[in-house]
Structure formats: structure tokens, C-alpha cells
């Protein structure tokens, strides 16, 4: 599966420690100038943000603060909400808009797929630092306080990007819950990554209100294919000597269950493994769900593949070309899950939409 892996040269910390210290201090200047130019000005010249406005000003007594959070073996106490964040890879940024914390975002990195339609403009409006995983300094320039990722390889320590060096910094990190080493991945996992970061930002009624419409877009969904037998699904991620596909523990298993569906492989006793072509074709899938994602094959590309396997023509999905498409986001912990929720129902069940 691909994890967003990118090498770019790292600095040398020390270096980084010293830019990082000359950013503060010419942000401390330019705060003290912009306090002298307003001064007498009143209520009328003191500047607030649109977070301050929509939640009130961020301070250590702010409501509902300090909040300690423990994520993947690191704790950490907010004193107030992040107010200049960088997210890595797409889900987590989506996950930070569907939120409505546009105005706390300093910049995103790592598009992996078509961004949901309802959030394009604010996803656009937000600096793209780089279209792959950034290098340390990268991050740095965007002066966060807050670094958000979503692929274990966010803070890749081999590139110099580790939660550490990026404490050393001055910057806390998150590391979506889905990469802290659990077994098993579940929508309950989406939902409660959606109310920590809710609780983090200072914004737990929005994560609530959040994980309700999501909730209801599943359960909508479920509900338009209940009583039609499960289809069987095969789950083609990559590989031509052997596939790689979704075992039982990830996400997109469940997902395929709550469309109407059973994963074919649903036995495999992981997120995700290889399986000989021999093991698909005595499974019989009636539909194969291909995951779609940046830095791999295109779809249509792995369906010509597909198609043209001789060890294949005797497989249901392959003699009716049924196919449908799941970008890999829409298998992660964030919000696209449920969205694509109705869609895979879609696929899996067509005359239950007619």
C-alpha cells in the first residue's frame, strides 16, 4: 500500500534549530511594532481572527483548556488551540475543513486523490507546501505550531521530520490514531479521531455535530441495502505475480460490509497482505473494489490489467466487468469514509437505488 514515502535531503538540526529561532525572533518584532501602531486606537484598532471571532480568543483560559491528549505514545498538554497548522497527506486536511478550521491552516502537503467536491474551495485556498511529504525546513517556513499527519511516514525520522525533531522545534504533532499500532481499524476509530482533534482545536460541539452527519450518511446508506444478500468483493489495491488487497483488520472491510457487501478476504488477519491470483479466483468475487490512489497505476490501468489475465476469465466480476472505485482516503480514518459510503452501495447493489 502506499504510505506518502518521500526522500528529500534533511537538514541538520542544529541549522533548523537557528532558523526556527530567527523566525521567533522576528515575529516577536513584528508583534511589538503592531502593538505600538495600535496603541490609543481602542476596541476599534485591536485586530481578531475569524477562529477568535467564531470561538473566542485563544488563551490559557481559554473554555475547556489545558487539554492533555495521549497519541501514539506522546502526550501532550494545549495551553489553547493551535492556531497555525500544517497538515501531511490529504485526509487529515479534510478531515481539519470538514471541521470548519480553514482559517487555523497554514498549509497542506501530499494530495492523494480528487479533493471532496463540498471542500475544494477551502482546500485550494490553503498554500500547498508540496506535492509530496515536505522536507523539515519546508514545514518550518510555514511557521506552524501544530503538525498534523496522516501516514506513519509524516514524521518519517530517517528524513528528519520525527515527532521529536519537530518538538525540539517548538511545534507539537498529531499522528492519525489509525498508525498508533491498533489491530483493527473501525469507523468507531473515525469518529474519535474527529472528536480528538475537535477537543484539540477547541471545537468539540462541531466534531460532535460532525460525527452525527457522518454517522447518519452510513446509516442511510446501510439502510437502502438492507435485506440483499452480501456481494462478494475482491479488493485489488496493486501487484501483477500476486495481488495486494485489504485483509479484515482495515477499514475498507468494514466499509464493504456496511455497503452490502463481504470481503473475500476478509479472513486475512490484517489490514492488508498479499494473496495469490489462484486464492482470488477460487473466491469467486462478483465485484472487484479497486483502490485509487496518487503515485500508482490508474484505474483504468489496473482494470486493462485485470481484464487481460487469461487466469482470470472465469471469475464473476471479470466475465461482467463489474468494477467499482475507492479512492484510498475513503479507506482511512477521516471523513471520507462515510461519504463514500452511499457510492459503494451503489456499486455493490444498483437496483436497490433505482
Known amino acids: 500500500m502506499y ?33 505600538v501602531l495600535t496603541a490609543g486606537c481602542g476596541p476599534s484598532g485591536s485586530a481578531t481572527s475569524a477562529a477568535e471571532r467564531a470561538d473566542g480568543p485563544r488563551s490559557s483560559t481559554a473554555k475547556g483548556f489545558p487539554v492533555t491528549i495521549d497519541n501514539c505514545g506522546v502526550r501532550t498538554t494545549y495551553e489553547k488551540p493551535p492556531s497555525r497548522v500544517v497538515t501531511i497527506h490529504q485526509h487529515p486536511a479534510e478531515l481539519m475543513l470538514s471541521l470548519g478550521l480553514k482559517d487555523r491552516m497554514v498549509g497542506t502537503a501530499f494530495p492523494d486523490s480528487a479533493v471532496l467536491p463540498s471542500l475544494r474551495k477551502d482546500y485550494a485556498s490553503v498554500p500547498q507546501l508540496s506535492a509530496r511529504a515536505p522536507s523539515f525546513e519546508k514545514v518550518l517556513e510555514a511557521e506552524p505550531d501544530f503538525v498534523y499527519g496522516g501516514y506513519s511516514s509524516a514524521f518519517d525520522e530517517k528524513e528528519g521530520r520525527s515527532r521529536k525533531a519537530f518538538a525540539d522545534a517548538g511545534i507539537d504533532t498529531y499522528l492519525n490514531r489509525e498508525y498508533c499500532g491498533a489491530k483493527n481499524v473501525t469507523m468507531r476509530d473515525t469518529y474519535a479521531e474527529i472528536r480528538t482533534i475537535g477537543k484539540i482545536f ?25 435485506g440483499e444478500p452480501d456481494v462478494p468483493v475482491f479488493v485489488y489495491d496493486s501487484g501483477d505475480k500476486s495481488a495486494f488487497t485489504a485483509g479484515g483488520k ?72 463489474r468494477f467499482v472505485v475507492l479512492p484510498l482516503t475513503a479507506t482511512l480514518v477521516g471523513v471520507r469514509s462515510a461519504y463514500a459510503a452511499e457510492g459503494l452501495a451503489r456499486g455493490l447493489h444498483p437496483e436497490s437505488f433505482k
Do not use: M
Open 250 to 321: 482495515g477499514l475498507g472491510t468494514q466499509l464493504i460490509h456496511q455497503a452490502g457487501g463481504r470481503n473475500v478476504f476478509a479472513d486475512l488477519d490484517d489490514v492488508f497482505g498479499d494473496v495469490s491470483w489462484e486464492q482470488v479466483v477460487d473466491r469467486r468475487p462478483e465485484v472487484i473494489a479497486i483502490y485509487d490512489y496518487a503515485g500508482d497505476k490508474s484505474v483504468e490501468q489496473k482494470k486493462r490489467y485485470l481484464l487481460s489475465q487469461p487466469a482470470l476469465a472465469d471469475v464473476p466480476a471479470i466475465k461482467h466487468k
Open 3 to 35: 504510505d506518502g514515502l518521500y526522500r528529500p535531503h534533511a537538514l541538520p538540526l542544529a541549522r533548523v534549530r537557528r532558523r526556527r529561532f530567527a523566525v521567533r525572533v522576528a515575529a516577536t518584532f513584528a508583534s511589538l511594532s503592531a502593538t
Open 202 to 226: 477547541g471545537v468539540s460541539e462541531r466534531a460532535d455535530a460532525l460525527v452525527s452527519d457522518l454517522r447518519g450518511r452510513v446509516a442511510k446508506a446501510s439502510a437502502a441495502v438492507q
